[in-house]
């Protein structure tokens, strides 16, 4: 598959003396959406950071082509900083010239846009972290629960914009758990 | 080429984490003087003992305050998640370990340089000494703050990290203690040989520090 | 008089009258004891005219004393009846005991260095004692600006201020009989009892004009707060409605 | 009558804690032992000199490594969520707080006092003095960790943390190191009235600072 | 209402400058359920911390004639502690003879009974919190979002046991996004 724009071959992760799981494959490509499924603790989270290069996989081969978007229960976000400076922070760092302000609304954060991040509720973590998503194009998503904490309108504005991010040739892999809102292309079970 | 702007904020990010007290980079400074503080109490000795112990007595409490500094750095960054992002940047991790490195030396480290001359003033150490010995303690910080780096990245997914880092840093702050103490005995009128010393075993830890914390952050993170 | 206190409105109208003779009042004295200070009291006999600096000193190591009683006070009148204006004085007279212990630390040290020939004496139960007291201030200050809300401000500063007032006798009682130990001979003081009256009066008018000084910036305060608090109510009642 | 068993539950999940590092309380020994090293470098003077000022250093570093345990304490039960349990138990909070600050005393300040024979032997102090030092370096450690404590409660939800606790708990620390330093330097046979003293303020903050430390909880929980 | 397991009587609740929600009044008797509801930040989370007695009020009373447990997004659970001594630390500091193993086995938590919190997956470390609530029988569960990251089956379990709970007069007051699962007795909305 010479167009895939991430793909892994025969993956194994063990965690003490635990194997979590083997000979996984996967691959996904432009417009695809594939959720790794599995019971708590199966292995998912593990899987998406070896695909994200953060942890070393017992076997097996990953290729990343392409830039990704990390979207995990760690949001990222520092106690003190307020959403603001996170996602200005991360802009500059990557060298997007996102519109802060503008990304703050999209998500739903223009209150609590200067807010310490201790401070704020458990959704408006999380969609501070989601928010990232927008500062800059990446074809690849890895996303770890992203539903996780959202209220309705922000989880169906997150599926929205998966569902736009695919049809403009982003590709997502997701944990999640029940209910994804969108058509995914293929299920990984752990 | 690296790219620069992912080492700025990384460096920005440190420094506001330092001052909005994340990492307690505060404590250093309080710390330093309190420590200050405590050894006339401690000693209760006349003016010429504290005089005479005085400059030291500041470069242990420089050496354990960037001990205490660095040791919440990289576990925060762990335990919120900020390292994965920070791995997963442009930019080689082993210049934004130094890049934060240097952040918090600069929120931490050079305050204490600049309170030296006051501190040293109330432990008696003679007026003509603490210029030198406040550049010596900036120099000699450094040091400090990049092997307390390196201890601070090895344990940050640690249990007992606490001890840990101590061991480890503390025989890597031996060069950096002696010569500074040395720099400031020294009788040599203009720069002693001492303070060359100092400042070639802050250049070699600033040579050698930034890869190793960039090893040990991302065995920390898988 | 505890009418007044216990009740803002009946606090702002007082306030408002009492300032202006608060201020002028106290400039006054104070502006007494200086001139005596400076032009009139004879050179001290062993200090010479460095010994002028007293009329600053020692209204001001007072003051930092009382201030922080006063603190206190208020602090634990907040937390036992949760009567609002007492945190509003405890918030008020905080900075203005820090700057009068300030005043007295920066003044002691250079009247030290002329007299004993250094600024900074370890072994001076008074010094150490107001050291101690000036990094008490400090932290009540920064505790209560380190948090969110004017609420926890208060509870936690209240907090610090019981424990730090019942420790004070005792670190007094400490640096005292640690700094008998070691006391060097050569120390050259004043005597309080047997201080001359010429210096003695302007320096009691002079510390009693601190006093009114010090009630006044402490009702400016007091007034500032209340006020900007009114303003906040009223701004949440808008942001609701 | 206050149920015991919500306290021996707060002893034991502390002192675990402390054992497994969660709050660094390991670093203190550590920290102990290197600034106790560090001194003679950074000082770098005869023997005699070492001797007179080796326990008051040792007073400072277990005051300042009391102040680092603490630091992490409460801070860390406010963000894992387990202070919001302990509210709820019908224990009352300052029990649950002074079982707490025991268990740390004990985790991170007893080993400090056991390990201060052999440093103090390395610091020259005569062997005579060592197990009277020792002692008086418990007690007055636990005096250090419960105003340390009050610090960290009254801080632990604070930006600036670090150098708060350090303001607010110093002040605290002064008749304790007075007293500890004068206890070793008393050359009285038997015990002296300084250790009297010492015992007396190690009691006082026994009884205050348990209080002071639950209303900063209940306010940090807030 | 004599038998409430727990009301609140005009409650208010301010953040920073925000009031977040005022004049709020709920009760709940044996038997009942209720469900707040609101958009991320509106204060579910801050409400139940006031029920719960952790957070004060700005204005109004609450009556907890009950005991209650108490299950929220910070689950309680130390970095170094495993589900075993979790379970056993609290079913001793309550007094609560409770089986520790059968409550692990209930949990789903016999596997990693005896992993550190802090390598437990996110659903784990939620599986634990929630065992918290078999350890004793409390008749007024306070819970936040108790379905975040559980998985299907272990979600099945949650809604069973709530179900259970209730039918044996307990009551339940949860902040939830999207569907119970079980049927709520009234709605609170924020
Ligand atoms: C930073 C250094 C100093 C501090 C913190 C300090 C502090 C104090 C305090 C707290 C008092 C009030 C004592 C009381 O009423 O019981 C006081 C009074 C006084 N101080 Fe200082 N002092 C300092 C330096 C000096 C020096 C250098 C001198 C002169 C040689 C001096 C002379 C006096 C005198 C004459 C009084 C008033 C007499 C008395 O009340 O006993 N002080 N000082
Ligand atoms: N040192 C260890 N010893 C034994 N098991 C371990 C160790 N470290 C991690 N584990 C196990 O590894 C697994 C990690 O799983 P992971 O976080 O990937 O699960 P997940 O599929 O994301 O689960 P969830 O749905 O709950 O998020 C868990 O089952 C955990 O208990
Ligand atoms: N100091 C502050 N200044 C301004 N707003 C604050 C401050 N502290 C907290 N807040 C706000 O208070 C609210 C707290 O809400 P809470 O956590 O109760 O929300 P929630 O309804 O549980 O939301 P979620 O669905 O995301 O869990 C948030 O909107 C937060 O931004
Ligand atoms: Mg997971
Ligand atoms: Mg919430």
């Known amino acids: 598959m010479a167009d895939a724009l991430l793909s892994a071959t025969d993956l194994a992760a063990a965690r003490g003396e635990r194997l979590l799981f083997r000979d996984v494959s996967l691959s996904v490509c432009a417009g695809e959406a594939l959720i790794l499924r599995g019971a708590n603790g199966a292995g998912k989270t593990t899987l998406l950071r070896i ?11 990953v290729s990343r082509p392409q830039p990704i978007h990390w979207i995990a229960h760690r949001t990222g976000l520092k106690p003190h900083e307020t959403p603001r400076q996170h996602l200005a922070l991360w802009a500059k760092a990557w060298g997007a ?14 209150r609590p846009a200067d807010v310490p991040a201790r401070l704020l509720s458990a959704g408006q973590r999380q969609r501070t972290a989601l928010a990232r998503l927008k500062l800059q194009d990446r074809p690849v998503w890895l996303v770890d629960e992203p539903f996780s904490a959202l209220d309705v309108d922000a989880r169906a504005k997150l599926e929205a914009d998966i569902i736009a991010h695919r049809s403009s040739g982003g590709a997502v892999v997701a944990a999640i758990h029940g209910e994804p809102g969108f058509a995914p292309s293929g299920e990984v079970r752990l | 080429m690296t790219n620069p702007a992912p080492l700025s904020s990384a460096f920005r ?24 503080m405590l050894v006339p109490f401690g000693i209760g000795q006349g003016n010429e003992q504290l005089a005479a112990i005085g400059p030291g007595i500041l470069w242990v409490a420089l050496a354990l305050s960037s001990l205490v500094t660095m040791e919440r750095l990289f576990q925060a960054d762990l335990e919120d998640g900020a390292l994965d992002l920070w791995i997963q940047t442009d930019a080689p991790l082993s210049a934004v370990a130094a890049a934060k490195t240097l952040a918090h030396w600069i929120a931490a480290g050079l305050p204490l340089a600049l309170i030296t001359p006051l501190l040293g003033l109330m432990l008696q150490v003679p007026p003509a000494d603490l210029l030198p010995a406040s550049a010596a303690y900036g120099v000699g910080g450094l040091a400090f703050f990049l092997w307390g780096g390196v201890g601070a990245a090895l344990t940050a997914q640690v249990r007992r990290g606490g001890l840990l880092i101590a061991l480890i840093a503390l025989p890597l702050y031996v060069p950096t203690a002696i010569f500074g103490a040395m720099t400031l005995q020294s009788d040599a009128a203009g720069m002693p040989p001492e303070a060359l010393y100092l400042g070639a075993s802050t250049l070699f830890a600033l040579a050698v520090a930034p890869f190793a914390m960039a090893a040990a952050l991302k065995l920390a993170a898988d | 008089m505890i009418q007044v206190f216990a009740n803002p409105h009946r606090f702002m109208a007082f306030s408002k009258a009492a300032q202006p003779w608060l201020y002028g009042l106290a400039g006054l004295m104070i502006a007494y004891s200086l001139w005596q200070a400076f032009y009139v009291v004879a050179p001290e006999l062993y200090q010479g005219d460095s ?26 009148v907040w937390f036992i009846w949760r009567h609002e204006l007492a945190d509003t004085a405890a918030k008020a007279l905080a900075p203005i005991g820090a700057a009068y212990t300030a005043i007295c630390l920066y003044t002691g040290a250079i009247w030290g260095k002329p007299t004993w020939g250094t600024w900074w004496q370890w072994d001076d139960a008074r010094m150490v004692s107001v050291l101690v007291l000036f990094f008490m201030y400090l932290g009540y200050m920064a505790i209560r600006a380190a948090m969110d809300t004017r609420q926890k401000a208060a509870r936690a500063g209240a907090i610090i201020a019981m424990v730090g007032a019942i420790n004070v006798p005792i670190i007094k009682f400490s640096v005292d009989i640690w700094a008998s130990l070691h006391q060097p001979a050569s120390v050259v003081r004043l005597d309080g009892p047997t201080m001359d009256p010429s210096y003695l009066y302007p320096l009691l008018i002079g510390a009693l004009g601190h006093t009114l000084l010090m009630t006044a910036l402490v009702f400016t305060g007091m007034r500032t707060d209340v006020m900007t608090r009114r303003a906040d109510a009223l701004l949440l009642r808008q942001a609701t409605t």
Chains 1, 5 share one sequence.
Do not use: C
């Open chain 3, 51 to 76: 010994a002028r600096i007293l009329f600053i000193h020692v209204p001001a190591a007072w003051l930092a004393m009382a201030t922080y009683a006063g603190m206190a006070v208020a602090s634990f």
């Open chain 1, 97 to 110: 010239e996102a519109d802060v302000d503008s990304a703050l609304k999209a998500a739903g954060l223009a």
């Open chain 2, 13 to 36: 990010q440190a420094l506001t984490e330092a001052w909005a007290g994340g990492a307690g980079a505060f404590l250093p400074v309080g710390f330093f003087a309190g420590a200050a």
């Open chain 1, 51 to 61: 695909l994200a290069g953060l942890t070393r996989a017992e076997a097996g081969e």
